[in-house]
């Protein structure tokens, strides 16, 4: 007992290790271990002879992102369907991976399970990786052997999850990227093209329009204190995202404000929608509590809108009224979640109603997305040629009516 629970408290780290097995063939692996000693008798356990440890280092390769997770979920999914045994399809998963960090936390997972530690235990000592709806469906399909089954509905909602948020995200990158280089390129007209013509016209000796007045007093303003606009919109551009990031006041005001702006509160909003059904449409499916669902789906609802309607929701839900009844009391889901939500409630469908809420909802996202690629193209254009062609202008002036003159 007491040897086993100094293991416990010593620190783990991976190590490789190479050996012979019983037929004399050389063979090489990655195990998780307090140290050199536990990797050797881990290994001679299993009939190999270890003649060299060597301890991992855990830098490399790219970050571990949710793309990675999402198709490690899949292949999984696939392998255990095929009948492939758990601890091989980790091998086969990890040695596929082009993210040698990706491959280093399979090989730590794997390490776990193979000591007797469940996979949802193991998926939990990586948080940052694995959140609790993940893990709870994995607990759910381990404890009703549905494990592979589980996988594969993590997997859809996974894949689901990323194509909205990258919906979302193509449909904002475009105008951001534009004003960014319009301001870029207005900069450099103001700091480095005007003075040339302040020059030229000073030596007119003429008196200029108020236009060029105005765009040469800006140029002026841009030189002397280029430092300070530049500190203003960087500076508080840091500031504000920390704290959007960091205050959840600020972080409610931001959510709430993104729905309701417009044009893009309703993307926002769908999206958040889809997402917020097909998390809960998992979750019931699996066989996990209603109660006990809408906890993991406040926390992905990517909202504190609907993360706190969510709460709310759960409290009323607990207390024994129905689904639909307090979703309509938060009075933030829009009427057609509302109508198959009671068709769910009342046919006892509700995972495969919010399923086709969410499907619904996705489509909508991908062709407002279209729509709003479409939409944003001309006015951006029209605003910066208003904005550039009325600089350009204003500084032709002067020679206009120096041409009339003449």
Not at 129 to 158: H, K, P, S, T
């Amino acid at each position: 007992m007491a040897t086993a629970m100094v293991a416990k408290s010593a620190p783990e780290h991976i190590f490789e290790w190479e050996g012979k097995d019983r037929t004399g063939k050389l063979v090489r692996g990655e195990l998780r271990a307090g140290g050199e000693a536990a990797v050797s008798a881990s290994m001679r356990r299993q009939g190999i002879m270890v003649t060299k440890v060597k301890k991992r280092r855990i830098s490399g390769g790219s970050s571990i992102k949710a793309k990675d997770i999402a198709v490690f979920t899949r292949q999984l999914s696939t392998m255990m369907r095929a009948g492939v045994p758990l601890l091989q399809a980790f091998d086969i998963v990890a040695r596929g991976s082009t993210n040698p960090r990706m491959t280093r936390l399979l090989n730590e997972i794997r390490g776990d399970v193979e000591t007797g530690t469940s996979l949802s235990s193991s998926f939990r000592k990586h948080p940052q990786y694995f959140d609790a709806l993940y893990c709870n469906l994995v607990e759910a399909g381990e404890a009703g052997g549905i494990l592979e089954e589980l996988l594969a509905r993590l997997a859809l909602y996974q894949e689901k999850t990323i194509a909205i948020k990258q919906k979302v995200k193509s449909a904002l990158i475009y105008p951001t990227s534009v004003i960014v280089v319009a301001f870029a390129v207005l900069s450099v007209i103001m700091i480095f093209v005007i003075p040339s013509f302040k020059e030229v016209f000073t030596s007119f000796g003429a008196e200029l329009p108020a236009p060029t007045l105005a765009v040469m007093a800006m140029s002026d303003y841009f030189i002397h204190y280029w430092w300070l606009i530049f500190g203003l919109i960087f500076g508080g551009g840091y500031i504000f995202i920390q704290s959007w990031k960091r205050s959840e006041k600020m972080q409610f005001f931001m959510d709430r404000l993104l729905l309701r702006m417009p044009i893009f509160g309703d993307l926002v909003m769908k999206s958040v929608v889809a997402r917020w059904t097909r998390t809960l449409s998992t979750m019931f499916a699996a066989g996990v509590p209603l109660v006990e669902a809408l906890d993991s789906v406040g926390g992905t609802a990517g909202n504190l809108v609907f993360t706190q309607a969510t709460q709310q929701i759960q409290r009323d839900v607990a207390a024994g009224s129905a689904l639909t009844t307090s979703m309509t009391s938060a009075n933030v889901f829009p009427t057609m979640v509302l109508q198959m939500s009671a068709i769910g409630e009342e046919s006892g469908a509700l995972d495969d109603m919010l399923a086709r809420a969410a499907e619904f909802y996705e489509e909508e996202v991908d062709e407002m997305v279209k729509g709003l690629s479409t939409l944003m193209e001309p006015i951006i254009i029209v605003v910066l040629g208003t904005l550039i062609g009325g600089i350009v202008v204003s500084m032709y002036l002067p020679i206009f009516k120096i041409g009339q003159v003449v």
